[in-house]
């Protein structure tokens, strides 16, 4: 029996590692090949193996597990072990397709993600937010694992530029492009969630969508519109806000969004 191993961090597998190894399995005319995690990696072993495990599921020829007690040994190219730092990054997209939705409703690599597509104090002001969001969601038993979602990626497109989101706008939603600038990373996230990463929690996406201009109506949007104003990196001292949103969060979302109207009067915005 002719049995092959390849062993590589997957951390995530990604559609060219798994190109890769079937096409070197009809190469070499492979009866099975082993696709093996190891290492160490953002992701848990276990959780990699799971994706393993979900990538490979459509095809017979491979598995996690071997039957020959020494395989031969397949060695992955360098290049394309870079595809993994890439899917970490935000390109949902270029990860095998088995195991996309799990990327998404995980989140094992939201932080990272995050981490690489904003600048450092912009990640840094996310990481709170998220929290944030996950203490006042578990104060009203909510789901805090959305919540926590909702707030770390709320600012995932807030680094592009003027005319990267006009551009994006332009093609998503052409009537949006006349608004402030300022604005355009509430608008722009969602789609690049949704279309990019996978994200199909509308509620998360509504939450993100209505962040900026506090228009949301329901307990997550006010969570994030809340947390993203009285998240601790920003220096404030929201002691109060922080209490009232713990009892009420409609009485705290009210409060704060009357704070931060008398804040653009007085900057003349």
Not at 84 to 90: A, N, P
Request: glycine share 6%.
């Amino acid at each position: 029996m002719s049995e092959w191993i390849v062993v590589a961090p997957f951390d995530p597998i990604t559609e060219q590692e798994l190109r890769w190894i079937l096409r070197r399995r009809n190469e070499l005319h492979a009866d099975s090949v082993i696709v093996k995690p190891n290492g160490e990696g953002i992701a848990s072993l276990a959780q990699r193996q799971e994706m393993v495990k979900r990538a490979i599921a459509p095809y017979r020829h491979l598995s996690l597990h071997g039957t020959v007690r020494e395989p031969q040994l397949l060695v992955l190219p360098e290049e394309l072990l870079s595809s993994e730092k890439i899917v970490r990054q935000g390109r949902y997209d270029k990860a095998a397709r088995g195991i996309r939705k799990l990327l998404a409703e995980s989140g094992v690599y939201f932080v990272e993600s995050v981490n690489a597509l904003c600048k450092p104090g912009r990640a840094a002001h996310s990481r709170s937010v998220a929290q944030v969001c996950r203490e006042l969601a578990s104060a009203h038993h909510l789901d805090a694992e959305q919540a926590w979602k909702a707030g770390i990626l709320h600012d995932i497109t807030k680094a592009w530029s003027d005319e990267a989101g006009r551009a994006f706008l332009q093609v998503y939603e052409p009537d949006k492009v006349s608004l402030n600038p300022k604005i355009y990373h509430s608008l722009t996230a969602p789609v690049f969630l949704k279309t990019v990463m996978g994200i199909q929690d509308k509620a998360i996406l509504h939450a993100i969508r209505t962040h900026t201009l506090g228009d949301g109506h329901n307990d997550l949007d006010y969570i994030l519109y809340i947390a993203d104003k009285i998240e601790p990196t920003r220096g404030y001292d929201t002691r109060k806000e922080t209490a009232l949103a713990k009892e009420d969060l409609k009485a705290a979302f009210e409060l704060v969004m009357k704070e931060a109207e008398d804040y653009r009067e007085r900057r003349g915005e």
